[in-house]
Nanobody, 118 residues
């Protein structure tokens, strides 16, 4: 299993954009799916987007058309491009891996904070 480190968060105005990165400690080429979760205070982490080994993507309804998840197997990095950001996108964003039996949710990195505010 690889270790994943998130980066790229920050403060952005509503309507703005950010790109998050998730760097892996080893090869991601054979990982079944990679995913982005987010968590707000008092809430459980929730899946936002996922990228399959074949590049296929899935998104939660609230971010469809605004977020784009992608993976660069050569760079061992997962990305999340976020456009048209809204205040409700404010959260800590985490990445994790699915080796075929579901996303691993018992071990998390530090995440990266995204704050959408004017």
């Amino acid at each position: 299993q690889v270790y994943l480190v998130e980066s790229g968060g920050g403060l952005v105005q509503p309507g703005g954009s950010l790109t998050l990165s998730c760097a892996a400690s080893g090869s991601i080429r054979d990982i079944y799916r990679l995913g982005w979760y987010r968590q707000t205070p008092g809430q459980q982490r929730a899946l936002v987007a996922a990228v399959g080994r074949d590049g296929s993507t899935e998104y939660v309804d609230s971010v469809k058309g605004r977020f784009t998840a992608s993976r660069d197997n050569a760079q061992n990095t997962l990305y999340l491009r976020m456009n048209s950001l809204k205040p409700e996108d404010t959260a800590i964003y985490y990445c994790t891996a699915d080796y075929g039996l579901g996303f691993l949710t018992d071990r998390w990195g530090l995440g990266t904070q995204v704050t959408v505010s004017s």
